[in-house]
C-alpha cells in the first residue's frame, strides 16, 4: 500500500450555492458614517440641529492618568495649548476649593456639591461644554484633591513621626 499525502488542488476549492446568506452590506462593516450637512443648514436659528448635541466629545475610554494601562492623560486628552490647559486647571483648583471639600477625593464628595462645582466650573470656563458631562471639570478636579489629600497625609504623617 502507498501513502501520498498529496491532496489535488481542487481540495482547496469551495463552491458556493446562490442560495447562501448574503454577505453583509458595507455599511455594516465600515465605521464610515454619512451625515446630512445640508439639513442642519435648515434649521431655524431658534432650534438646535442634532448634529450639535452629537458633536459632544466623549470621555477617553480607561483610567485617568494612567496611559500604560489602557488609560489616558488629560492633557493629550484635551489636546489643548499649554496656556489654556494651565489657566483651566488652575482657575478649577480654585472652584474646587471654593465647592468641594478639599480633605476628600472627588468620588467621596456628595453630588451637591459635585453639582455645584460643575455648574461653576462651566460659568467660569464655558469651554468646558464641548465635553460630554463635563468631563475634563471632574478630570481636573479628581486630580486636584488626589494630589491635595495624599500630599495633606504625607504632611501629617512627617509630623507624627518626629
Same mark, same amino acid.
Given at each position: 500500500?502507498?501513502?501520498?499525502?498529496?491532496?489535488?488542488?481542487?481540495?482547496?476549492? +469551495?463552491?458556493?450555492?446562490?442560495?447562501?446568506?448574503?454577505?453583509?452590506?458595507? /455599511?455594516?462593516?465600515?465605521?464610515?458614517?454619512?451625515?446630512?450637512?445640508?439639513?442642519?443648514?435648515?434649521?431655524?436659528?431658534?432650534?438646535?440641529?442634532?448634529?450639535?448635541?452629537?458633536?459632544?466629545?466623549?470621555?477617553?475610554?480607561?483610567?485617568? /492618568?494612567?496611559?500604560?494601562?489602557?488609560?489616558?492623560?488629560?492633557?493629550?486628552?484635551?489636546?489643548?495649548?499649554?496656556?489654556?490647559?494651565?489657566?483651566?486647571?488652575?482657575?478649577?483648583?480654585?472652584?474646587?476649593?471654593?465647592?468641594?471639600?478639599? /480633605?476628600?477625593?472627588?468620588?467621596?464628595?456628595?453630588?451637591?456639591?459635585?453639582?455645584?462645582?460643575?455648574?461653576?466650573?462651566?460659568?467660569?470656563?464655558?469651554?468646558?461644554?464641548?465635553?460630554?458631562?463635563?468631563?475634563?471639570?471632574?478630570?481636573?478636579?479628581?486630580?486636584?484633591? +488626589?494630589?491635595?489629600?495624599? /500630599?495633606?497625609?504625607?504632611?501629617?504623617?512627617?509630623?507624627?513621626?518626629?
Amino acid at each position: 500500500m502507498d501513502y501520498c499525502p498529496y491532496y489535488p488542488p481542487i481540495t482547496l476549492r +469551495k463552491i458556493f450555492d446562490k442560495d447562501r446568506s448574503p454577505s453583509p452590506s458595507i /455599511s455594516e462593516i465600515t465605521l464610515r458614517r454619512v451625515f446630512d450637512f445640508e439639513a442642519a443648514h435648515l434649521v431655524e436659528d431658534n432650534e438646535t440641529p442634532n448634529l450639535v448635541l452629537n458633536t459632544l466629545i466623549p470621555r477617553p475610554r480607561g483610567p485617568l /492618568s494612567k496611559p500604560n494601562h489602557g488609560g489616558y492623560t488629560l492633557r493629550h486628552a484635551l489636546g489643548w495649548d499649554d496656556g489654556t490647559y494651565k489657566e483651566v486647571q488652575e482657575g478649577l483648583h480654585g472652584v474646587c476649593e471654593k465647592y468641594l471639600d478639599i /480633605s476628600t477625593t472627588f468620588p467621596r464628595q456628595t453630588p451637591d456639591a459635585v453639582s455645584k462645582f460643575l455648574q461653576a466650573a462651566q460659568e467660569q470656563f464655558p469651554i468646558l461644554g464641548k465635553y460630554v458631562d463635563l468631563w475634563p471639570a471632574g478630570d481636573f478636579a479628581t486630580m486636584y484633591l +488626589k494630589n491635595k489629600v495624599g /500630599s495633606d497625609r504625607a504632611r501629617t504623617r512627617v509630623r507624627t513621626e518626629k
